[in-house]
């Protein structure tokens, strides 16, 4: 279950209302959940307990996919997928991979988002804003001048905004839903403390093995020869000595 509590259809504000119709049908999304692409839907039920933040998302969405738009889909859905998959969303990154077949992509190129800088699936300026969506995700918008420059020897200006914005939106997108646990990200998670077998040992100097393992000397190594003991005995003459002052 998401973390935060779901707004009913018959409780949401008017464009809640209209959404919930047209991807859930009848159906109260809350009571029972799920749509088409298998998702339990949550993200808008959750989403509806602000009506304005629900309005404003859902306007960023429709402001995406405006026919108007300069940056094309299809590398619009290359900054999408890859900043769900780098922000470790799996609901953006599975439900933006279907978006990356439906745009024309193929399964092979899907398949390489994960580790697209050894694929050779890419064209050169798919591999720019690949290489720029990491800088925006992972860097926090840290961007060599080289990689933008390559950019835009494929891209005018107003592309690339679009392109920021967008990807931008979506790494926020994969990091909500990562802390809400909404849709897919509603997982336990995996770093946690494994207890040991016996039960006996919840306060334990798990490293202490180490203390005993140093290697011993054995007692001819241990011990110093007759003209090593004579060698550290003799005095060394001094400089002034040598030079007789």
């Not at 159906?27 to 307990?49: K, Q």
């Not at 998302?57 to 402001?63: H, K």
């Not at 992509?105 to 064209?123: G, K, T």
């Amino acid at each position: 279950m998401p973390r935060l509590s779901q707004v009913s259809k018959d409780d949401a504000h008017p464009l809640a209302q209209a959404v919930y119709s047209m991807i859930f049908g009848d159906r109260d999304p809350v009571a029972e959940p799920g749509t088409a692409s298998g998702t339990p839907g949550n993200w808008w039920t959750v989403f509806a307990l602000v009506p304005d933040a629900f309005d404003h998302t859902t306007a960023g969405f429709q402001f995406y996919r405006d026919p108007g738009r300069h940056i094309s889909a299809k590398l619009r859905e290359l900054g999408q997928t890859r900043a769900g998959f780098t922000v470790g969303s799996q609901f953006v990154f599975s439900q933006h991979c279907k978006a990356m077949r439906d745009v024309g992509f193929s399964d092979e190129q899907v398949a390489a988002i994960p580790a697209w800088s050894v694929a050779d699936c890419w064209s050169p300026v798919e591999r720019a804003v690949l290489a720029y969506t990491d800088c925006l995700v992972l860097q926090l918008g840290r961007v060599p001048n080289s990689l933008f420059a390559e950019l835009q020897r494929h891209l005018s200006d107003e592309e690339i905004l679009e392109f920021t914005y967008i990807t931008c939106t979506y790494a926020m997108h994969a990091t909500m839903s990562r802390a809400l646990r909404l849709e897919y990200d509603d997982v336990d998670d995996r770093v946690v403390e494994v207890a040991d077998p016996s039960g006996q040992m919840s306060g334990l100097d798990v490293m202490a093995v180490v203390d005993d393992a140093t290697p011993q000397h054995s007692a001819d190594e241990a011990t110093t020869s007759p003209a090593q003991e004579a060698e550290v005995a003799t005095p060394h003459p001094s400089l002034e000595d040598v030079d007789g002052g």
